[in-house]
């Protein structure tokens, strides 16, 4: 069953703490994404990683980290840094496709502070 | 399809009828543009998408047009359906690898 699996479904974070989401795709795409999305609103880009061992910080990376040692994995961090993480996450995946961009995502990890 | 914050903006339809949602992108320079569908709780869906040297392209009971002159994009659905009630997104970027920036979404109520 191919796709792209994030992991937990749900997730609760103690103050100080560090969380991390695990993004897992067997799609083989080259490219990968995380976003935020709060209530009623749209997705906001926090990194991507187009290549293994390369990722840049999207609009909104202040208090997130990322790592991209494998094709098919791209876990994010929610640091302590980040003051208001509560928010529903998204990963997504493209493949290399000349003039096209379809991401395709997970079904999401919502975090809440305790 | 502006963001207004906590409150999306809401289109009612009743089932069978046509839908339009409506999208204004930002980027003059965008030459990639893509509409999602989101239901409650779960990961954006991808619909369709088009390319800037189109004006209009069709799917299953699905059309989106482009018009580049006004930056402006649209969605229409032919006999919604109950199960089409959802949250749209329209997204645009330079295509490619590169950064997709999404608009703050339709919400789309279909009534029996």
């Known amino acids: 069953d191919g796709g792209i699996t994030q992991s937990p479904k749900y997730l609760f974070r103690k103050e100080g703490q560090n969380v991390t989401l695990s993004c897992e795709q067997n799609?083989?795409?080259?490219?990968m994404y995380w976003y935020r999305q709060d209530p009623g609103q749209g997705l906001r880009l926090i990194y991507y990683?187009?290549?293994?061992?390369?990722?840049q910080k999207g609009d909104i990376a202040e208090g997130y980290s990322v790592s991209r040692e494998k094709k098919e994995s791209f876990p994010l961090t929610v640091t302590s840094a980040q003051k208001n993480p509560t928010a529903f996450y998204l990963c997504?995946?493209?493949?290399?496709?000349?003039?096209?961009?379809?991401?395709?995502f997970g079904a999401g990890t919502r975090l809440s502070v305790l | 399809g502006e963001s207004v914050g906590l409150h999306l903006p809401t289109l009612s339809v009743q089932e069978g009828d046509n839908s339009i949602i409506n999208c204004a992108y930002s980027?003059?320079?965008?030459?990639?543009f893509i509409w999602y569908k989101q239901e409650s709780g779960k990961g954006p869906q991808f619909i369709i998408d088009i390319r800037s040297n189109m004006d209009k392209r069709q799917g299953q009971r699905v059309t989106v047009l482009l018009n580049k002159t006004v930056k402006h994009l649209s969605l229409q659905i032919a006999a919604t359906q109950p199960g089409d009630s959802a949250v749209y997104f329209c997204a645009e970027g330079p295509g490619g690898y590169n950064k997709l920036i999404f608009g703050a979404g339709t919400r789309l109520a279909v009534h029996p």
């Open positions: 799609l083989n795409h080259d490219a």
């Open positions: 990683s187009q290549i293994v061992n390369d990722f």
């Open positions: 980027n003059s320079a965008s030459d990639y």
């Open positions: 997504a995946s493209s493949p290399r496709t000349s003039g096209k961009n379809i991401q395709y």
